[in-house]
């Protein structure tokens, strides 16, 4: 497939990916809520604000717009959600736009050190689900029940880096006999916007091929040698359902919603996995994390480990303000990482392990207004 034509797919995707952003579960009620910290939030609070303003990453979005719509009707306060990618979401913290911020990549020193005037002190970073980026695609020829392809760390770099470009190169062939005989061009889809799912993509491509780490490296924004971008998880979600012979990468959530194949990944213990609630969470497992939370976790150790996998975190402003937002975010973040967990293997997520909920709490009990704790007294037994 050509530029032009490819250009012109995903043009017409696009649209799809209009309806397909807003195609989140609203049926998603957890039946338990398994954390210590649960049932402490139980209703509205006197003195509350009743709205707050958000931004930021797409990958949590299924999630959020879940949490946000249930947490409204127990507390009564609305939460907007913007999803606009991660780099919007910490523009929004840094310029005091937003009450929150999202993002799938922490904020580097630079960052923060830009965020201090406008927060008057620290940028906390709260961690909310953990997530797999997985790699899906669109080949016509393969029937629904073909076995998932498989890619390496090499011949998924090489597709990205725009050396492997036809379906039937031999290095894909070795894993995929089933894509001998499609001789198609690698209609290859990256996102175009400030990205953290592409931050999660391209730190594992960065962490697995010296190449790829020499020539493009990581962030939520690269020089892509190939390919046609666009704009959020549910953005290339369309352009792979609507363009044959595509490839792109998005969330495990959105994947699932829009019944795409999703691959399985080469692990650091040589072994195909994928994406699942264990297999992400198991990136996690046994990892030391530092006080902030920031911290990335590609290409984790395990034999069932799924690699692209990485935190999706909340951004807030250490000192508060207005005492009565500062009262509704630090409730909300509370819910979040105790009852929120309940929902998150229902959507694609995986559930933060106990030590980033303990982390989690400790960022949240910093989070002041006037010198003194914004979390109303009582909730965090």
């Known amino acids: 497939m050509s530029n032009r034509k490819l250009v012109a797919a995903v043009a017409s995707a696009f649209f799809l990916s209009l309806s397909l952003g807003f195609a989140f579960a609203q049926d998603a009620t957890p039946e338990a809520t398994p954390v210590v910290g649960s049932g402490m939030i139980t209703g509205p609070l006197e003195g509350e604000a009743q709205s707050l303003n958000g931004a930021g990453a797409t990958f949590p979005q299924v999630l959020y717009t879940t949490w946000f719509s249930d947490y409204a009707k127990l507390t009564n306060v609305q939460i907007n959600y913007q999803g606009i990618g991660s780099g919007g979401g910490i523009k929004g913290v840094t310029d005091g736009t937003l009450d929150f911020g999202a993002s799938d990549a922490p904020m580097n020193d630079d960052q923060l050190a830009k965020a201090q005037a406008t927060c008057n002190g620290n940028v906390l970073h709260i961690a909310t689900a953990l997530g797999g980026v997985v790699v899906t695609y669109n080949i016509p020829e393969l029937a629904t029940g073909t076995d998932a392809l498989k890619f390496t760390p090499d011949t998924l770099a090489g597709i990205y880096a725009g050396t492997i470009t036809n379906w039937k190169d031999e290095k894909l062939v070795a894993d995929n006999p089933q894509l001998a005989a499609v001789d198609q061009p690698i209609a290859v889809i990256h996102r175009s916007d400030g990205s953290g799912t592409s931050n999660i993509f391209t730190s594992y491509l960065k962490a697995v091929n010296t190449d790829w780490a020499t020539n493009v490296g990581a962030g ?135 030590a980033a909920i303990k982390a989690d709490e400790a960022q949240i009990l910093k989070i002041k207004v006037d010198g003194k704790q914004a979390l109303p007294e009582g909730i965090a037994q």
């Not at 040698?225 to 549910?234: L, Y």
């Not at 650091?268 to 497992?285: E, H, K, L």
């Not at 994390?289 to 690699?307: F, K, S």
């Open 220 to 354: 939520t924004s690269v020089n892509w040698p190939t390919g046609i971008g666009q704009k959020g998880n549910a953005g290339i979600a369309g352009a792979i359902k609507g363009v044959p012979y595509s490839l792109g990468y998005v969330e495990l959530a959105y994947a699932q919603q829009n019944q795409l194949p999703v691959a399985v990944i080469k692990n650091a213990a040589g072994n195909f996995a994928a994406a699942s609630g264990d297999t992400v969470t198991a990136a996690a497992t046994g990892v030391e994390l530092p006080e902030d939370l920031r911290i990335m976790i590609v290409n984790g150790a395990g034999d069932t480990t799924y690699p692209i996998t990485g935190f999706t975190w909340l951004l807030v402003c250490e000192n508060q303000k207005d005492a009565a937002k500062a009262t509704a975010l630090t409730r909300m973040l509370w819910w979040a990482i105790h009852d929120g967990q309940a929902y998150n293997l229902k959507l694609g997520y995986s559930p933060l392990p106990e």
